[in-house]
């Protein structure tokens, strides 16, 4: 295995790993928040809102844009 | 827009939340100053622009939204919003990545969506209060996702000069196939911003 596919294989290990999280957090929500209600948190003041949405924008700019 | 109950006061409340603001703007700038140095300066005006627009006129405890829409309602804007997403995906993905065309149609949804979210109020309820236990494993994830791509930055030849034996993900987005694929990852952006939002 070369070095590209070790990356490759890490990016898919930590996508899996969010999956793993989210899954325990839909059927433990005492022990796990999801993903929707960490970001719901994050987002309920104008701050956090902006943050999150500012990462979002991002996101678009660093896959598509410029 | 949804309607306010009480207030939410405190200092304690206060102090937790213009810190957790000041940790937003620090890490907004950070990562612009990092965006400039790679070679993105769309990137990082952006981030930088709103890290000191956040500094400049930070955002006061808000109280928490105390009617959220109704099913009928929402379900009408979760068509329209599809409909529109998939018109958006379809127009946008035939732009060359990279490009102007492509920047801009980024920019404008993004921009209007960041207008909404500093001038208007959350529209859902947040839930109560979460532990740092219960955001670890995300914590966690997202730190080890971070670190890995910064490593694989740092093995770059430069930090303008992409790699393929240390790919970071948009080397490896960058080395998938356009067109169709373009289409597909603009909509699940697209989608995803309409979802923070409605948030």
């Known amino acids: 295995m070369n070095s590209h596919e070790v990356s490759v294989t890490i990016y898919g290990a930590l996508a899996l790993g969010g999956v793993v999280v989210e899954l325990v957090a839909l059927s433990k929500p005492d022990r796990v928040a999801s993903l929707g209600r960490a970001l719901g948190r994050a987002m309920r003041t104008r701050t956090g809102r902006v943050g999150i949405v500012t990462g979002w924008v991002w996101l678009g700019l660093h896959f598509f844009g410029l | 827009m949804a309607q306010r109950s009480g207030t939410r006061t405190g200092a304690g409340s206060t102090l937790r939340t213009s810190g957790q603001a000041q940790v937003i703007v620090v890490i907004l700038i950070l990562a612009g100053v990092f965006d400039a140095i790679s070679g993105n300066p769309v990137d990082a005006l952006l981030l930088i ?3 000191i627009l956040l500094g400049l006129f930070p955002g006061d405890p808000e109280p928490e939204p105390t009617a959220e829409p109704s099913i009928r309602s929402r379900s009408r804007r979760v068509i329209v919003a599809g409909l529109a997403a998939v018109g958006f995906a379809t127009v946008v993905g035939t732009f060359e990545r ?3 065309p492509m920047t801009a149609g980024i920019l404008i949804p993004g921009i209007g969506a960041l207008a909404l979210a ?3 109020a959350q529209q ?3 839930g109560p ?3 740092l236990r219960q955001l670890l494993p995300w914590i966690t994830v997202a730190v080890s996702l971070g670190i890995f791509e910064l490593v694989n ?3 770059q030849p430069g930090l ?3 790699s393929y034996d240390h790919p970071t993900l948009s080397v490896l987005w960058d080395g998938a196939s356009g067109g ?3 289409s597909i990852g603009l909509l699940a952006w697209i989608t995803l911003g309409v979802y923070l939002v409605d948030r």
Do not use: A, F, K, Y
């Open chain 2, 49 to 51: 622009g709103v890290g």
């Open chain 2, 160 to 162: 303008t000069i992409d």
């Open chain 2, 180 to 182: 169709l694929g373009d």
């Open chain 2, 118 to 120: 500093g001038t208007g």
């Open chain 2, 124 to 126: 859902r309820r947040p």
């Open chain 2, 153 to 155: 930055l740092l093995l």
């Open chain 2, 129 to 131: 209060p979460l532990e």
């Open chain 2, 98 to 100: 990279h490009s102007w």
